[in-house]
């Protein structure tokens, strides 16, 4: 993602400034603490005009998969994939049982990313339970799941201020768009490409039901992508650890789910 990649090249510059104006890097050729508070400048202009990239708008012409008929516009998308040495139905149950624990650095990461507060969610996921079944019971809507084919989840990710969650979601549905909300939408997506190898998809859209929050939800999306993206490429290959491992979708190790 080019906007994530100009805010990060902003703060790493403003970090190697700011080590500049403590004690210059000359190996970089900075020699001194005037050249060290340029750089810092330079850093902040960029995560700067980072934060002020346009948003833009992404629609599907026709509706091909479950989360397409959930999410079939979005302003913020990744997505991921992984070929898969085992049958369709191995890797869908491996999907459904793969746990934090499988996932390396999951833990890690999330904590950084709630600020090592304790949270209910897939944020803090127990590393011994499947980790989709953690989301389903706390912050996350199961919207669908076609055995063996795709299962697609929700939930939302900003509120209209004054609003609480259990107001916006009813009858196991999330709300339609409108100002103040953003909806976040993941899926996996099981392809057989023969009888023992399968392609698995993942793929996250996000929704902002107006501009204004759009335009807020775009600096914190750049700021976790690289995180994000790096969960969801290990979230993957766990999932292929499990499925590739043994016949009946175990793994072992001291953090697997039996």
């Known amino acids: ?103 390396p650095l999951f833990r890690t990461l999330t904590a950084i990313r709630r600020m090592g507060r304790r949270t209910p969610d897939i944020l803090d996921a127990p590393l011994r339970e499947p980790i989709l079944g953690v989301a389903t019971r706390t912050s996350f809507l199961m919207l669908a799941r076609d055995v063996p084919g795709e299962i697609v989840i929700g939930t939302i990710v900003v509120l209209p201020e004054g609003r609480g969650t259990g107001a916006l979601v009813q009858e196991g549905r999330l709300p339609p768009d409108q100002p103040g909300l953003a909806l976040a939408f993941m899926n996996f997506r099981v392809i057989a490409e023969d009888e023992t190898h399968t392609r698995v998809m993942t793929e996250t859209r996000v929704i902002a039901g107006d501009p204004v929050t759009a335009r807020k939800f775009a600096i914190y999306w750049r700021v976790i992508y690289p995180g994000s993206s790096l969960i969801r490429r290990m979230w993957l290959r766990a999932i292929q650890r ?9 793994v072992r190790g001291p953090n697997a789910a039996r």
């Open 1 to 103: 993602m080019i906007e994530s990649a100009v805010l990060w090249t902003g703060v790493f510059l403003s970090a190697l400034g700011v080590l500049s104006i403590l004690r210059p890097l000359r190996f970089l050729r900075l020699r001194t603490r005037a050249a060290g508070a340029m750089v810092l400048i330079a850093g902040l202009v960029v995560i700067g005009l980072a934060c002020l990239l346009p948003v833009h708008e992404t629609r599907i012409a026709t509706e091909v998969t479950r989360l397409d008929e959930f999410a079939p516009h979005w302003q913020f998308a990744e997505s991921h994939s992984i070929r898969i040495a085992a049958p369709r139905a191995r890797v869908f149950r491996a999907i459904e049982r793969v746990t934090a624990g499988e996932i």
């Open 242 to 250: 499990r499925a590739e491992s043994d016949r009946n979708g175990r």
